[in-house]
T-cell receptor, first 109, second 115 residues
Framework: EDQVTQSPEALRLQEGESSSLNCSYTVSGLRGLFWYRQDPGKGPEFLFTLYSAGEEKEKERLKATLTKKESFLHITAPKPEDSATYLCAVQAAGNKLTFGGGTRVLVKP | DTGVSQDPRHKITKRGQNVTFRCDPISEHNRLYWYRQTLGQGPEFLTYFQNEAQLEKSRLLSDRFSAERPKGSFSTLEIQRTEQGDSAMYLC?????????????FGPGTRLLVL
C-alpha cells in the first residue's frame, strides 16, 4: 500500500529564514508526486507536480525537488503570506492521490 | 470563476439525518474525485468517476455513502443516517489526463458537522 510521511509536522519560521520540508514516500510505480498548499478552511491549492528523480520545479519562493524515495519543498526567504499547511501526495498505478499528513508552516514577521 | 465549486460550503445536521453534497467540476474535466479530510490530517480518497462511470471506491466508503455523476457532469455525494464520525471536510477534485500526466484541482470543500 502506498505511504506518504511528511516532516516536520509543524514549522515556525522568522520572516526571511529559509527552510525545507520533507516528504518521504513508498509507492509501487510512481506516476507523479504533487505538492499542494492549503489555507485554513479551504481546499488544497495545486503548486507542483514532479514526475522523475532529479526533477526540480520553482515558483516564487518555493522550490520542489524529487529523489527516488523523497521530495523536498524548499522555502527561500519566506514571508508571512507563505504561512499555510503544505501537503504532499503521490499518484501510483491507480488514479487516486495518497496524501501525507501535511506540514503546518507559520512565518512570523 | 472556472474552478471546481462545491455546495453547500457548510452543513450542520443531527445524527441519523441524510445529507447530500454537490460538486461541479472544471468544465471539460472528465475525471472527478471525492476525498474526506479530518482536522490535522491529509485528505483521504473516497471514490472516483471517469465521465459517468464510478470506477473506484475506497474501503473507507461504507454502505451509508453513495455517489453519482449523472451525464458525466456534476456529482453528488450522499451520506445516509449520519454519524458523529462523519464530521469532516468533504473535498471534490477534477482532472483531465493527458498521457501519463494528470493534475487534480480541488474545490473549496463542504464542512460537515454531525451533532
Amino acid at each position: 500500500e502506498d505511504q506518504v510521511t511528511q516532516s516536520p509536522e509543524a514549522l515556525r519560521l522568522q520572516e526571511g529564514e529559509s527552510s525545507s520540508l520533507n516528504c518521504s514516500y513508498t509507492v509501487s510505480g510512481l506516476r507523479g508526486l504533487f505538492w499542494y498548499r492549503q489555507d485554513p478552511g479551504k481546499g488544497p491549492e495545486f503548486l507542483f507536480t514532479l514526475y522523475s528523480a532529479g526533477e526540480e520545479k520553482e515558483k516564487e519562493r518555493l522550490k520542489a525537488t524529487l529523489t527516488k524515495k523523497e521530495s523536498f519543498l524548499h522555502i527561500t526567504a519566506p514571508k508571512p503570506e507563505d504561512s499555510a499547511t503544505y501537503l504532499c501526495a503521490v499518484q501510483a498505478a491507480g488514479n487516486k492521490l495518497t496524501f501525507g499528513g501535511g506540514t503546518r508552516v507559520l512565518v512570523k514577521p | 470563476d472556472t474552478g471546481v465549486s462545491q455546495d453547500p460550503r457548510h452543513k450542520i445536521t443531527k445524527r441519523g439525518q441524510n445529507v447530500t453534497f454537490r460538486c461541479d467540476p472544471i468544465s471539460e474535466h472528465n475525471r472527478l474525485y471525492w476525498y474526506r479530510q479530518t482536522l490535522g490530517q491529509g485528505p483521504e480518497f473516497l471514490t472516483y468517476f471517469q465521465n459517468e462511470a464510478q470506477l473506484e471506491k475506497s474501503r473507507l466508503l461504507s454502505d451509508r455513502f453513495s455517489a453519482e455523476r449523472p451525464k458525466g457532469s456534476f456529482s453528488t455525494l450522499e451520506i445516509q443516517r449520519t454519524e458523529q464520525g462523519d464530521s469532516a471536510m468533504y473535498l471534490c477534485a477534477s482532472s483531465h489526463r493527458k498521457g501519463q500526466q494528470e493534475t487534480q484541482y480541488f474545490g473549496p470543500g463542504t464542512r460537515l458537522l454531525v451533532l
